[in-house]
Structures are given as structure tokens and as C-alpha cells.
């Protein structure tokens, strides 16, 4: 394991970029495994970049992740509140919070996201999720599902 990655355009050295996912309702985003976790440190870091416009799947999970935009600028969803976020904000996401990320329509939005190495697969709204959700206009003019 090399100890220092050097950085070169939002990527890092012997870093792969990823598909986001396979398959689902998001649009230009791709991933990158920054960090494993070992049993002293049970987690893994990512870097996650939407391209401008672009957005993450709408979802919930049992585990809770820490985010730092590390580039651009977005809006994030996070338990029925929209954010407006830039670079160096913090955004925390609870467990079982609804959850979705968009990039402005002008500029990428990076990054980095801590989690932990024992996490659950990601849930989609249901069709009963969605109406809750469209209760508040906001919401539903923000979410892409």
C-alpha cells in the first residue's frame, strides 16, 4: 500500500475512479476508494463527484456517513430539509435520513465521504416514501427519483 497518494485534478495517484453504482436513478457521478479500513480504524473514505447538473440516488441506510464538500457547490437533501452546501461544509447524515446530492447546474460538486466498513445496502423510496416526501413542495421540486 503506497502511504501517500499524491492529488492531480480531483483524482489521487493509484486511485481508480469508479461507477457510482450499478444502475439506478442517478446522473454523473463517479466514486473513488480513497481509504479501507483495517480493524484499529473499521471504515472507509470516498471521494464521490457529481458532474454539473448531475445528482445521487435518492436513499436511506441504517448506517450514518459524515460528508466534507471539498469542491463546487450543490444542494443536499438530508431528513426532509434541502441545504444549499460549498466547499468545506460539513454535512452530517443521520440513520434512515433521506439523502440526495446535486450539483449545480454550473459546477461539479466533490466530495469526501466517511463511513463505516460494516454498512447496509442502500434503500429506495417506495411509491408510499414518495408521497410522504412530496408533501413538502420543496422536497419535491429538489428530489430526482
Known sequence: MNLVRHFNDFGWEDVDVLAYKEGGPYKGVTRQILFEGDEKLPCQWRYFEVEPGGHSTLERHEHLHNVLILRGRGQCLVDHKIHDIGEHDLIHVPSLSWHQFRA???????FLCLVSD???RPQLPTA?????????????AFIRA
Request: hydrophobic share 35%; no cysteine.
Open 118 to 120: 460494516e454498512r447496509d
Open 104 to 110: 449545480a447546474p454550473d459546477a461539479p460538486l466533490g
Open 128 to 140: 408510499e416514501d414518495l408521497a410522504e416526501l412530496n408533501r413538502d413542495e420543496a422536497v419535491q
